[in-house]
């Protein structure tokens, strides 16, 4: 059966960060696309970043230079470094594996002073 659990988001003032951690289980990590998708109140759930089985990047405008998608293979685990956090980053923060219907139950990130 296949796991998806997120970790690390919180209440964190702008301009903090945080990581992301999303844990696979169940033999679907190695070989997917992976990604990070979030969604606020009252908004579409939409992209915030990407990751391929060999490790090309994509990423929302609103998050380029800002935040960071990375996997480790080893761990199947993909991770979301979040730097230079506004208060229109809030939202729920869910990972993904790419072309299934495998979707984390999400964690929530609040970005308030």
């Known amino acids: 059966q296949v796991q998806l659990v997120e970790s690390g988001g919180g209440l964190v003032q702008p301009g903090g960060s945080l990581r992301l951690s999303c844990a696979a289980s169940?033999?679907?990590?190695?070989?997917?696309?992976m990604g990070w998708y979030r969604q606020a109140p009252g908004k579409q759930r939409g992209m915030v970043a990407t990751i391929t089985s060999d490790g090309r990047t994509n990423y929302a405008d609103s998050v380029k230079g800002r935040f960071t998608i990375s996997r480790d293979n080893a761990n199947n685990t993909v991770y979301l470094q979040m730097n230079s956090l506004k208060p229109e980053d809030t939202a729920v923060y869910s990972c993904h594996v790419i072309a299934t219907i495998y979707w984390g139950q999400g964690t929530q990130v609040t970005v308030s002073s």
């Open positions: 169940g033999n679907i990590f190695s070989g997917y696309a």
